[in-house]
């Protein structure tokens, strides 16, 4: 009888495009969610958790790439019904607004936070799960709403830790884009299917402007681009006049504001959908600036265009602008952390009626990312007070003096490990970044007295401490047992 062939153990990766957070991520993430859904609350927006799988049918077509619509999700058959991990939070805000809007108030002010998958081509820091953190009103077609999205980017941004400074929201509007396509001759007024394939690339092609540069975008509008990799883009297959006007379009700031919408009712003069744009987005702009949210904040940048097919009107786009180094070690501006806009049409496709929505999208991981590449957090996160064990049957003690702590309001741990090397104890609380280690043996017991040793200052003497300083200084201290916790206290507030 031949032998049954053993089974390869299986690999322990994680899956490519996809990562695990450790301890001290999860709590930064939390505490971030918090901060900015204070904003959100401080502005009107109630709480919404929607589910994270939707059907295909009702995400519909709006998905991250419209060459591959049904490769840009995670979906699944059941039941002869294809379901989809969601994409973004706002397809489903769009099927649960249409599913409740009886029950709902109008205009619905919602925010909501948590994962969403996109199954596309990973990257350096480009992850096919993430975090997005949403805000929306739903059912005003007011310009007001918008301008509300502005200062509510900026607000949430700062609240998040990312100084007044380091951060720009660059504004635009679709009407406008439309306008460029029909002068253009890619968009008909009544026909938006026209050419409607050569628009999506368009689209894309301008999105990556800021990364790309104008002579690759000039090739994606042309007949296509090879990158470094050799992977080969289709392009748009325009005419050098049509590609001639949409780099017009792209490039059309000027100085000032003023200027750049002189330049831009220039461009669009014949199309009435792109004048209309214009005066919107002239309005947005006064709008924020009578609030005092000024160019410094909030400006205009006709580069500004999002990748998703559902918008409408005004679109923005926040960016940090402080400088980072890039995996080559060179220096480049971090670049984009939320963005969002207008999508009047994405509800219609459940209701048949027009429902007017505007929202916002900031991506947490990318928050995350540069609160640490600009050394904003702290780079080794305070553990919980580790308790020894000295004597296996003092258990029971060492339990009490870990509840005590907890008690509190001081996380404390007690060893859990083979406490018969000392020494890995500790090996174990500087891996925890345990800011003390607890001492207690059946001596200390006898004395009433406890031994602290203040790991961290510990760390540093050892780094290059004389003798006198280190005496001046003494990592290990013995306490009163009774005055256990007012000790700790003050070990904790001088390392902070």
């Not at 990562?19 to 999860?26: C, I, N, Q």
């Not at 720009?168 to 306008?179: F, H, P, T």
């Not at 500087?430 to 001596?443: F, L, Q, T, V």
Request: negative net charge.
């Amino acid at each position: 009888m031949a032998k049954l062939k053993k089974q390869p153990r299986p690999k322990a990766e994680t899956p490519k495009g996809f990562r695990d957070y450790f301890g001290y991520e999860l709590i930064q993430r939390q505490r971030l969610l918090n901060d900015i859904s204070e904003v959100y609350q401080l502005y009107g927006f109630s709480a919404l958790e929607s589910s994270a799988v939707e059907t295909v049918e009702a995400l519909g077509k709006f998905l991250p790439d419209i060459d591959r619509p049904n490769e840009g999700v995670f979906a699944w058959e059941e039941d002869d019904t294809w379901l989809a991990l969601r994409y973004d939070l706002t397809a489903p805000l769009a099927r649960v607004y249409a599913q409740f809007r009886n029950d709902l108030p109008n205009p619905y002010r919602r925010y909501s936070m948590g994962p969403v998958w996109r199954n596309e081509k990973p990257g350096l820091g480009r992850y096919r799960q993430f975090y997005q953190c949403d805000a929306d009103t739903v059912g005003s077609s007011n310009l007001a709403a918008d301008v509300e999205i502005c200062t509510l980017l900026c607000d949430a941004l700062e609240a998040a830790g990312i100084n007044r400074g380091d951060y720009i929201v660059k504004v635009n509007n679709r009407k406008i884009l439309n306008g460029v396509m029909e002068v253009a001759g890619l968009l008909k007024p009544n026909d938006v299917d026209y050419k409607i394939h050569e628009r999506g690339i368009v689209l894309r092609a301008i999105d990556k402007l800021d990364r790309l540069g104008v002579r690759n975008i000039s090739e994606l509008l042309g007949n296509g681009r090879k990158d470094d990799s050799g992977d080969f883009t289709k392009g748009a297959n325009l005419s050098e006049e049509q590609i001639k006007i949409i780099l017009s379009f792209v490039q059309s700031k000027g100085s000032t504001g003023a200027k750049t919408i002189g330049n831009l009712t220039d461009l669009v003069k014949g199309s009435a959908v792109g004048l209309v744009g214009v005066n919107e987005l002239e309005t947005i702009l006064e709008l924020n600036e009578s609030q005092g949210y000024m160019s410094d904040r909030v400006y205009l940048d006709p580069s500004v265009v999002r990748g998703l097919g559902y918008y409408t009107g005004p679109v923005y786009e926040a960016e940090l602008t402080f400088q980072v180094l890039d995996e080559n070690g060179s220096k480049r501006s971090f670049g984009s952390v939320a963005g969002g806009g207008r999508y009047d049409d994405l509800i219609k496709r459940f209701t048949g009626q027009e429902v007017p929505a505007t929202g916002i999208s900031i991506g947490v991981d990318r928050i995350m990312a540069a609160l640490a590449a600009n050394d904003d957090q702290p780079t080794s996160p305070i553990g919980p007070v580790v308790v020894t064990v000295m004597d296996k049957s003092m258990l029971a003690s060492y339990q009490n003096i870990a509840s005590e702590l907890r008690s509190a309001g001081i996380p404390a741990e007690v060893y859990m490990g083979n406490p018969k090397n000392f020494g890995n104890q500790l090996k174990y609380a500087d891996k925890r970044n345990s800011p003390i280690a607890i001492i207690e043996g059946s001596e200390e017991v006898g004395k009433g007295v406890i031994q602290l040793k203040d790991l961290l200052l510990g760390s540093e003497i050892a780094k290059g401490a004389t003798l006198e300083q280190w005496k001046s200084q003494p990592a290990q201290t013995e306490v009163l047992r009774d005055n256990l916790v007012a000790e700790v206290r003050k070990i904790l507030n001088r390392d902070r």
